[in-house]
């Protein structure tokens, strides 16, 4: 009588021996009930690999195998614990690839600052060179005043504020340019 005859009992007892034919019997005859249980809970190729893995489970334990009632049912609640372990297995995963994801960007933000704070250091030892004056023009331009809002707070011409804001930029840009060097790369 071949291993397709047999019953599940049968096959069980057989498999119990090593007997890799009956294992394949059974595997035949219950893998596709099973793929369609696990994929309507799971991908499908998700729910391929974790029918494997039940069978591969219940191979390995062959020796141990104890089955109180029928097989299809201890091949069901196992195959509803695998999947129970896989999305637990998923969630946490997902949690640790967040958190991973929020550090990342925390500590983007903290990188970004500490090269800000270490850019304006650098300006301001720059701007020490010139007189208070000068670096009024440059705080003010980069809050956003134009050449017209800072001569006036100043009591300066228009044209004063523009060369003197031109002569600084040419003094920043040559000196700014080694420092940006540094602190972005």
């Not at 793929?35 to 991908?43: G, I, M, P, T």
């Not at 896989?86 to 933000?109: C, I, N, P, Q, V």
């Not at 000068?134 to 705080?139: A, D, F, G, L, R």
Request: aromatic fraction near 12%.
């Amino acid at each position: 009588m071949s291993s397709e005859h047999k019953t599940d009992s049968n096959l069980i007892d057989l498999i119990r021996e090593d007997h890799i034919e009956a294992f394949h019997a059974l595997y035949n005859r219950y893998k596709a009930a099973l793929l369609v249980f696990a994929a309507q809970r799971v991908d499908k190729l998700i729910a391929e690999d974790l029918v494997h893995d039940v069978f591969m489970g219940m191979w390995r334990n062959r020796n141990q195998l104890v089955i109180a009632d029928e097989i299809s049912g201890y091949l069901f609640k196992a195959m509803r614990n695998r999947i129970i372990d896989h999305m637990a297995r998923d969630t946490h995963a997902k949690k640790y690839l967040d958190s991973l994801e929020e550090y990342s960007y925390s500590f983007s933000l903290t990188d970004a600052k500490i090269r800000e704070d270490n850019f304006m250091e650098c300006l301001e030892d720059l701007l020490k060179r010139y007189g208070p004056q000068y670096q009024t023009i440059v705080h003010m331009r980069m809050q956003g005043y134009s050449n017209k809002e800072i001569a006036e707070a100043l009591g300066l011409s228009e044209k004063t504020i523009r060369n003197q804001t031109w002569m600084l930029m040419k003094y920043l840009r040559s000196k700014i340019c080694q420092a940006l060097l540094f602190f972005f790369f």
